[in-house]
DNA sequence: CCCAAAATCTGCAAAAATGCAGAACCTGTC
DNA sequence: GACAGGTTCTGCATTTTTGCAGATTTTGGG
């Protein structure tokens, strides 16, 4: 047992070197792909929008896109990030897994939302980003990001309002995980997976993920998902058609969750 | 019990809505104190320091400082914040709670982080700060801070540093809560306390905390610390004096985590 | 439409965590 | 140095969560 765990852990830390030295060896099936320039970008909640035209035509030209298809990794846990990922359109899962290769989702990206993180010195830390389904990304070098934030102050200010805010929902979660009962914490999973991936959808979400990725998001088992959802369908809070979860009306979903109160924050 | 629950929340909103319409109302319990303006502040891990000289000019004339005493409110969850709080000298814990009044630490802050968030809106959060000793701030409002971020590109790029590094460790902390067995989750509460309130030091740290600030961390109940700590002490990695706890070596608390492999962002 | 593979659901026993209550221990004051 | 008030420790019964295993349902390919 001991000496497996050690086995694992120089394993590990080897994964981690190599990538290291190896941070972008392209992944065969990641493609790059095309989206429009950011002077004509319809994805109006993307931060580059904030900047000037001259930021815009900067960042459309030193930018990659990429096109990463479902369960493929953004970057990996370990590696390092030259730079940040802005999500063009798709669904994204920030993970950080154990060596017990237990994998927690410790955040959701969706349209608009930046990854990966601004590093001048060599920082390495143990989380990935995994697409959800195909997603198509934006990548800008540290360098042009600097640039931008420099010459662009809407931009620098709203980045830093994006990462307060994720801050501060991140410590929301934090405090979901060390005090809501497993029921609760699913009920949770759900609403961030609404909030994030729907923001504009009124009642009704359709959900289609297996129940183990909803069990990483929520932090327990897919055993418990699912004991959970056949609860949540006799309440009458969910229908099912197939695999798939129809939420009909998000806000009773919500009233569930009150003692917690940090609808604020989902806007 | 529902009654009960339903008065509970009245009185939250009630609260809430308080203060939001007085935001300062100025406790009478926080001093303002005497700080060095920031071009002759001996801090130098806060932020502000890497503004050019007219920016820690400006920062100097508008900050203002308040000594917080030992459990008092920075800011109290619910309410407005209109600036950002910059920590000069002491420890400040972030904490949420929910209407069953159980109280999560979710975020330590030492010498030289920022609290607050920066908002153009009215946004609200649940969530507060406490000073867990005696603890001197330097408050900056937010239009001042915007300035800054517009003439000081430096602090504009190390701001958004340090926000994507606190969100990079509150989602570390996410995993932890979700993978973590009590017992360890006890270690890492003690390990993050090391590593925010005595960066410099190496090997042998004092804690006098009581047990429910360290279970407040860790996401449990003071009797499961009270255990660990025992545990901890069986196995030679605490000493205690009275109340007080003695790490004699941090890096060998550390390996009991290695599963979890965090360390980088321990700074 | 059928079938095999995969995913989901559910009952149950084992393990872990919780909360209570009383004992032991510390702290500061007189 | 004795004492009161507070904090911490520990044993125990209860509750919650987990993980396994087998039954059931769903999915996708022919």
């Known amino acids: 047992m001991f000496i497996c765990n050690f086995f694992k852990i120089v394993l590990f830390r080897v994964r981690l070197r190599d990538q290291r030295i190896h941070p972008y060896s392209p992944n065969k099936l990641i493609l790059k792909t095309q989206i429009p320039d950011c002077l004509n970008c ?12 001259e930021g815009k035509t900067l960042a459309g030209k030193r930018k990659i896109n990429y096109l ?53 010195d060599k920082e390495c830390y143990p989380i990935g980003a995994v697409a959800m389904e195909d997603t198509k990304v934006c990548f800008l070098d540290n360098q042009t990001f ?14 830093i309002r994006f990462y307060s805010k994720e801050l501060r929902k991140s410590e929301l979660r934090n405090r979901s995980f060390s005090q809501m009962s497993t029921f609760e914490k699913i009920i949770f999973a759900f609403l961030y997976l609404c909030s994030t991936f729907f923001p504009n959808e009124e009642k009704c ?63």
Request: proline fraction near 3%; aromatic fraction near 8%.
């Open 68 to 120: 990463i298809p479902k369960d493929q990794h953004v970057f990996r846990e370990g590696s390092l990030v030259l730079g940040a990922y802005f999500v063009f359109k798709g669904k994204i899962k920030v993970v950080s897994s154990n060596l017990h290769n237990k994998e927690q989702t410790v955040r959701l990206a969706g349209d608009g939302h930046i990854l990966g993180h601004m590093t001048l």
């Open 146 to 159: 600097f640039q931008l934030i420099n010459e662009n102050h809407g931009f620098a200010y709203k980045v």
């Open 42 to 53: 319809p994805n109006t909640s993307c931060l580059i929008q904030q900047c000037t035209s």
């Open 205 to 267: 979400v359709e959900i289609d993920f297996p129940r183990a990725e909803i069990a990483a998001i929520a932090g327990t088992n897919s055993e418990q998902v699912s004991r959970g959802i056949t609860s949540l369908k006799e309440k009458g809070f969910f229908e099912s058609e197939g695999q798939k979860i129809i939420i009909r009306d998000v806000d009773a979903l919500k009233k569930l969750l009150i003692p917690y109160l940090s609808w604020e924050i989902l806007e």
